[in-house]
């Protein structure tokens, strides 16, 4: 009925706002111009195998929380330096190791950043936006959620674009400080947020 149909259209309206983003960056950058879906899909991959590395490693070494609802800030900022630690790595693989461009350091980030951002948002928000999206009573948290993707997109690929500044040999010491900085801040903003969803209650909806 008209429900079912409102519903879908909330559904594919998410979904356009997180992805066609996306779509639009690489058709208006030189990613189009020199053809780089490669870069873009090893990135995609890169994000799926560098979570499989966190989740069996987390799984194995790291003991959950035994309150499951208080924040324990020390041990959450303890996962997510691992976590950047480990896409730092999966990142400088990618980026010594992985398929060449012919558009320069400029289209391999920008290659790298968005298939990473991507694939993280496909695992993350696709089949949430497919259930929650549909649902019959319209809810702010998907709209979030789809402003989060893009926000990622950019997050990410300044983090690949740092990372890349870091395995250069010839660097300006004035630089490294700043490199380091935003490193940090990749690693720290998961942390805070949850801290605000978790303690402060404040999960960004209301201020939509």
């Excluded at 990622?152 to 300006?172: C, N």
Aim: hydrophobic share 50%.
């Amino acid at each position: 009925g008209s429900e079912e149909a409102m519903t879908f259209v909330h559904f594919l309206n998410v979904i356009a706002l997180a992805f066609v983003p996306s779509s639009i960056i690489y058709r208006a950058t030189r990613l189009s111009e020199y053809r780089a879906v490669n870069l873009c899909v090893w990135g995609g991959l890169a994000y799926v195998l560098t979570q499989l590395a966190k989740a069996l490693f987390m799984a194995t070494f790291v003991p959950l929380s035994e309150d499951s609802i208080a924040f324990d800030f020390i041990n959450e900022t303890l996962r997510e330096v691992f976590s950047t630690l480990v896409d730092l790595a999966g990142v400088y693989l990618l980026i010594s190791s992985g398929p060449t461009s012919n558009g320069g350091s400029e289209v391999r980030i920008m290659g790298i950043g968005l298939g990473w951002s991507t694939g993280r948002a496909l695992a993350s928000k696709l089949i949430p936006f497919w259930i929650g999206a549909r649902s019959l009573e319209f809810d702010w948290v998907h709209i979030r959620g789809a402003i989060e993707t893009n926000v990622d997109l950019l997050l990410i690929t300044g983090f690949v674009g740092v990372t890349w500044v870091i395995t250069r040999s010839k660097l300006d010491k004035r630089v490294v400080p700043f490199a380091y900085a935003l490193i940090a801040a990749y690693c720290i903003l998961p942390v805070i947020s949850r801290y605000l969803d978790v303690v402060v209650g404040l999960n960004g909806c209301a201020l939509l």
